[in-house]
């Protein structure tokens, strides 16, 4: 069974980190282009960063830029997000996804959020940024 599981969510005060984790069961994440979606209470599901498969190339839209970073841990066939510098704005469900295609490249830059273009979703986990 091919699944995608999110953890390390919960609360966290402004200004604190988090590290959210994508476990894969059933295939080998090194060969999937991995994206990471949130999704705030009345609002529609955004795109936060991706990873592509192969050379790795990452992106992040520009509300986290600077602020979060995608990596891999092939080992644990596991995708972090680790988030830093928390905002209240950034409270949502965080979900990752899983794509077997690489990335369109346009202007450099993946096409990445595009969420009906991935395979394999996680349940997501919840992230509160409160004081």
């Known amino acids: 069974q091919l699944q995608l599981v999110e953890s390390g969510g919960g609360l966290v005060q402004p200004g604190g980190s988090l590290r959210l984790s994508c476990a894969a069961s059933?295939?080998?994440?090194?060969?999937?282009?991995i994206g990471w979606f949130r999704q705030a209470p009345g609002k529609e599901r955004e795109g936060v960063s991706c990873?592509?498969?192969?050379?790795?190339?990452?992106y992040y839209a520009d509300s986290v830029k600077g602020r979060f970073t995608i990596s891999r841990d092939s080992a644990k066939n596991t995708v972090h997000l680790q988030k830093n510098s928390l905002k209240p704005e950034d409270t949502a469900v965080y979900y990752c996804a899983a794509r077997i295609r690489r990335f369109v490249m346009t202007n450099g830059q993946p096409m990445c959020f595009m969420s009906a273009t991935y395979n394999y979703w996680g349940q997501g986990t919840q992230v509160t940024v409160s004081s």
């Open positions: 990873v592509d498969r192969g050379d790795g190339i990452t």
């Open positions: 059933g295939f080998t994440l090194d060969y999937y282009a």
